[in-house]
Each structure stands twice: as C-alpha cells, then as structure tokens.
C-alpha cells in the first residue's frame, strides 16, 4: 500500500477527535491512565500530521507546482489545526494540566473533520495562482495561524474559566476538576499575548508582500481589514489588563469574543465577503 497526504491527513481527523474524545472522558471520570492516553494520542496525530502535510509538499513538487502546503482553504483548515495542537502539546507539557485538553483539543478536531468532510472544502493540490507565488506566502500564513492557533486555545480556556467560576463555592465535582482559576486566567493571559505578537507580525510581513504583489501596503479588502479589527479586539484586552487590571470573567468573555471575529475573519469573509483574498476559500 502506498501512502498518500490524503491518506494520513483523513487518519489525523480521526486521530484528533479520538483524542479529544479521550480527554472529555479524562474530565468526566478523573481518570489518570486515560488522560496519559489521550495525551499519547494526540502526540501520535501530530506526528501523523506532519508526516501527511510534508508528504503533501512533496507530492506537489511531484506534480510540477513546487509550493508549501499552504495556498487553499483545505490546506490553511489542516496548518491551523496543526499549530493549534502544537501550542496544546507545548501547554500540557509545561502545566501537567490534562484536562485543558477537553478544552483545546477540539478546536483541532473540528477543523480537521471540516477539512476532511465538507463538499465545500476542495482537496487537491493546486497550482499557486500569481498572487500566491512570494517567498512571503511561508511566513506570513504561519505567522498568522500561529496567532489564530493561540487564539483558540485561549479561547478554551476562557470557557473553562466562565464554567469553574459559575460554581462560585460548589462541589460540583465536574468543576472542581478543572484547575484553579488563577491558573487558568494566567494561561489565558498567557496564550493571548503570544497570539497577539504573532498575529502583529502576520500582519506585517502580510503588509510587505501585498505593497511586493499589488503596489500598496494596505488597501481595506475586508479579510485585511477584518484582521484589523481582531488584532484591536486582543489589543483591547492586553490594554485593559496591563492598565485597567482586568482579570476573570472580563478577560474571559473577551477571549471568546476576540475568537468569534477570528472565525469570521478566517470563514466568514472568505464565503460572504469578496475581495484581494478570495482565493482563500479555494
């Protein structure tokens, strides 16, 4: 049998959403082996994943094109996921925390079942149009899923921190599981800042390749100026943090809040909004 990108990246969803599924079960039933499992698995779906995207980039050498595997919505859907579970790995490994896997895992799993599953979703390697064909593509699409990958797992932990805080003196022993608050406001914190500097610098190097591919370093097509409004939304919240001291709840709803114009800036302007970007939702 000879494997193929398509093979290994439709094995990782699968790989994905059993981990998540792992740690759900880890939460629930406080169940050690099961959250070292969970966590072995979503190793072994990177490693399946990386595996995939670079056979995935071979193979389009194979094909005459020669790109990164980073120019369709298929591909940018599969890079997201991959970050987002290398920034998760790298969190479980410095907090020995499981159960934020219940929490971060599935934003990974999700992009990759729509990857995989959705008729709009379109899987085969295609040629760079002339737009896409910049030394700059590599780094400003890493650079900004980075932010993107960050972004939701701060999200993850802002619903886990609006959850635990509901129960204010409770027992309930579902809560109660999740870490302290203080834990998961500084990891939110955290999460947000390094988004937000990569987010920064996407948005930059995206500036320097649009003035090298159009003349212009800015010119308000909606996806940049969409980017715009959820680099203000982070900047809002790191401001109000450092200055006004904000923490809990408010950093919370903001962090889902500025993940909700993540999501339109990367789904809803690409199927309901036309412009220098469009080719995104290819």
């Given at each position: ?211 090298s591919a159009w003349g212009t370093y800015w010119s308000w097509d909606p996806k940049e100026t969409w980017s715009l409004i959820t680099w203000f939304i982070y900047a809002t919240a790191l401001h109000a943090r450092f200055v006004r001291g904000w923490r809990g709840n408010r950093i919370a709803y903001l962090s889902i809040f500025g993940f909700a114009s993540v999501i339109f800036t990367y789904f809803g302007v690409n199927f309901l909004l036309s412009g220098l970007h469009s080719y995104g939702s290819q």
């Amino acid at each position: 049998m000879i494997l193929s990108s398509s093979y290994l990246l439709s094995l990782t969803t699968f790989i994905y959403l059993g981990a998540a599924a792992l740690y759900l079960i880890h939460w629930i039933f406080r169940v050690k082996r099961v959250g070292a499992l969970a966590f072995f698995v979503t190793i072994v779906g990177f490693i399946v994943q990386t595996l995939g995207l670079a056979l995935r980039w071979r193979e389009s050498y194979q094909l005459g094109y020669g790109h990164a595997p980073l120019s369709n919505f298929y591909e940018s859907l599969v890079i997201f996921a991959w970050i987002t579970i290398l920034v998760y790995i790298y969190i479980e490994w410095k907090t020995k925390r499981r159960v934020i896997g219940a929490f971060a895992t599935p934003f990974a799993s999700l992009a990759m079942a729509y990857a995989s599953f959705s008729p709009n979703v379109e899987d085969t390697i295609q040629p760079l149009i002339p737009a896409l064909q910049s030394n700059w593509l590599l780094a400003h699409v890493v650079t900004c899923f980075l932010g993107y990958a960050s972004f939701a797992v701060a999200c993850g932990l802002g619903i886990m921190y609006l959850m635990r805080g509901t129960e204010k003196g409770s027992r309930n022993p579902l809560l109660m599981a999740l870490p302290e608050n203080k834990i998961i406001d500084d990891l939110m914190h955290q999460t947000m800042v390094f988004g937000f500097l990569w987010l920064s610098i996407g948005i930059i190097t995206g500036s320097i390749w649009a003035n090298s591919a159009w003349g212009t370093y800015w010119s308000w097509d909606p996806k940049e100026t969409w980017s715009l409004i959820t680099w203000f939304i982070y900047a809002t919240a790191l401001h109000a943090r450092f200055v006004r001291g904000w923490r809990g709840n408010r950093i919370a709803y903001l962090s889902i809040f500025g993940f909700a114009s993540v999501i339109f800036t990367y789904f809803g302007v690409n199927f309901l909004l036309s412009g220098l970007h469009s080719y995104g939702s290819q």
